[in-house]
């Protein structure tokens, strides 16, 4: 009984200290993004400027105040939330699945989105006005993902296996509308093209605003589950002996995972592999237990985002779907190895 006491204190404090240094990390790297784009802005005065905005110093009247508040940081923060978001859909889908291959778009939600973004900007320009795309992508990816669990469904269970393959089987049935849809486009191929490489070119504070609630509540609604989770990674059956029921928390957790990934790509498109890579970076530094791993791989997501986006706009705006891919096909082979090697 001590040792077991002494072992989660010991494994509580490993944890505290994993989070102060990730969230230190975090407040580093939002300054120095910042300071990073076409026109240098010093850290120092980056500080000295959100300080005078809080009240903290005295006020500042520097040139680069426009750029730091009305272009970088509603920016930051959106890659922050998007990050989180992807992050937080990943490590659930790979505890629900128990698959390390899952990500957020495997059950067809970025197919949804681009259906849905395409079909707004092809047919429906400006009928909601600015937000047309965005909340198209969110019914599509929303819409895909009742497709796919409706037809998994079996007696009112889901087998993972039969949701897998179904993903898969609408994911490519709905990239072939979105070909489609990307055949007859005309002058609005252009618009499609560069929603589905998915970047922040756009970003502003009312899309931080409306993206931050629904993030927030789905985030903190799927950590209810992480002792759910952490016992159904035991074995479905050993999860219902104690008292879990299984089949609710995956409907839950899915329609959960749909909500918080269709928020986050409405506004700046499909970002892929962000769900696939952070959540096996983070395990690495706290272990698989989901009562760390959600909060720590929500803040590694978007500290991963935020630094990938840096550098698109280092490279002159290249979108950060590109680079986001450069480094999760390489994490995918590996993975696909590592998996290959257990099996032999």
Same mark, same amino acid.
Request: hydrophobic share 55%; charged share 10%; aromatic share 12%.
């Given at each position: 009984?001590?040792?077991?006491?002494?072992?989660?204190? /010991?494994?509580?404090?490993?944890?505290?200290?994993?989070?102060?240094?990730?969230?230190?990390?975090?407040?580093?790297?939002?300054?120095?993004?910042?300071?990073?784009?076409?026109?240098?802005?010093?850290?120092?005065?980056?500080?000295?400027?959100?300080?005078? /905005? #809080?009240?903290?110093?005295? *006020?500042?009247?520097?040139?680069?105040?426009?750029?730091?508040?009305?272009?970088?940081?509603?920016?930051?923060?959106?890659?922050? #939330?998007?990050? #989180?978001?992807?992050?937080? *859909?990943?490590?659930?889908?790979?505890?629900?699945? /128990?698959?390390?291959?899952?990500?957020?778009?495997?059950?067809?939600? *970025?197919?949804?989105?681009?259906?849905? *973004?395409?079909?707004?900007?092809?047919?429906?320009?400006?009928?909601?006005?600015?937000?047309?795309?965005?909340?198209?992508?969110?019914?599509?990816?929303?819409f895909a993902t009742f497709l796919v669990y409706n037809i998994a469904k079996v007696g009112g269970r889901i087998p993972v296996d039969t949701l897998l393959l179904t993903g898969i089987a609408i994911s490519l049935f709905l990239g072939a509308v979105l070909s489609f849809m990307m055949s007859v486009a005309g002058e609005a191929l252009h618009n499609i093209f560069f929603w589905l490489m998915g970047g922040f070119w756009l970003a502003n504070w009312t899309q931080v605003k409306i993206?931050?609630?629904?993030?927030?509540?789905?985030?903190? #609604?799927?950590?209810?589950?992480?002792?759910?989770?952490?016992?159904?990674?035991?074995g479905e059956e050993s999860a219902q002996t104690l008292g879990i029921n299984v089949e609710n928390v995956k409907k839950i957790l899915l329609i959960l995972s749909a909500f918080i990934t269709a928020a986050a790509v409405c506004f700046v498109g499909t970002i892929g592999f962000v769900g696939l890579i952070i959540p096996h970076i983070t395990r690495i530094l706290v272990g698989p237990d989901h009562r760390i791993l959600f909060p720590a791989s929500a803040l590694v997501g978007g500290i991963f985002l935020v630094w990938t986006d840096a550098l698109a706009r280092l490279l002159g705006e290249m979108p950060v779907g590109i680079i986001t891919a450069f480094f999760g096909a390489p994490f995918f082979i590996y993975l696909l190895k590592r998996r290959k090697r257990g099996l032999t």
């Open positions: 009984m001590v040792k077991t006491k002494t072992g989660y204190f /010991k494994k509580f404090i490993h944890w505290k200290m994993v989070m102060i240094y990730l969230v230190a990390i975090l407040g580093l790297t939002i300054v120095l993004t910042t300071a990073i784009g076409p026109v240098y802005v010093p850290p120092l005065e980056i500080v000295a400027l959100v300080g005078s /905005k #809080l009240h903290l110093c005295e *006020a500042s009247s520097s040139i680069n105040e426009v750029i730091i508040f009305q272009i970088r940081l509603p920016r930051i923060f959106l890659g922050l #939330l998007v990050g #989180l978001s992807l992050a937080t *859909a990943g490590t659930t889908l790979q505890g629900l699945f /128990k698959n390390p291959m899952a990500d957020p778009y495997i059950i067809g939600i *970025a197919s949804g989105a681009a259906v849905g *973004a395409a079909l707004s900007i092809t047919f429906l320009p400006r009928f909601f006005s600015i937000y047309t795309t965005p909340f198209m992508a969110f019914l599509g990816a929303v993206t931050v609630l629904p993030i927030f509540v789905c985030f903190f #609604l799927i950590y209810i589950f992480a002792k759910d989770l952490n016992a159904m990674l035991l």
